[in-house]
């Protein structure tokens, strides 16, 4: 699927934000216990978790969990042979009445067909980071931790529309 809403989810709700995981499985289980901890209630992966066995690994948080394909994402037909709301960039949310849009790299967002939209999410970089404006940008920085040395993630909570970035233990 490919430029289109993927969920719609009235209620404010608390998402968190993963990117750069590659298949590192110790911080996948890490970032997974933290946002449980922290009340997450939806899970969004801006890409580049690399191959089944690790979406496994993300798909054991307790909520719903919508990603997209990265740059490293190589097994895709095994991918989605286990996960059901991975997409291919970008791809359009609503959830807590909140539009996001999503995508693995930043410049790709440009390509997004929609308006009005609230918070732009994407990875790529490797390098935490939230803009405030409008819309809300974040990056959540690499999840995986391999080439910073960093592992992090992000949580947006929707009321309030306001996020933050937290390092992974």
């Not at 992090?152 to 933050?164: D, P, V, W």
Request: charged share 25%.
């Amino acid at each position: 699927m490919h430029r289109m809403l993927v969920a719609v989810r009235g209620e404010s709700v608390k998402i968190g934000i993963m990117a750069d995981s590659h298949d590192n499985l110790p911080a996948i289980a890490a970032a997974v216990g933290l946002l449980a901890a922290r009340g997450a209630e939806v899970l969004i992966h801006a890409g580049d978790f690399v191959s089944p066995f690790a979406v496994k690994e993300i798909l054991r948080f307790p909520g719903e969990v919508y990603g997209v394909f990265g740059n490293n994402d190589g097994e895709v037909r095994g991918i989605e042979k286990v996960w059901e709301h991975v997409y291919f960039a970008p791809v359009l949310l609503e959830l807590g009445g909140v539009r996001i849009v999503v995508s693995h790299r930043e410049k790709d967002l440009s390509r997004a067909p929609w308006e009005n939209i609230d918070v732009r999410i994407f990875g790529h970089t490797h390098k935490a980071e939230i803009r405030k404006g409008a819309p809300l940008e974040i990056n959540p920085g690499e999840t995986g931790g391999w080439l910073t040395g960093l592992r992090t993630l992000a949580i947006l909570e929707t009321e309030g529309l306001s996020a933050e970035i937290l390092e992974i233990e």
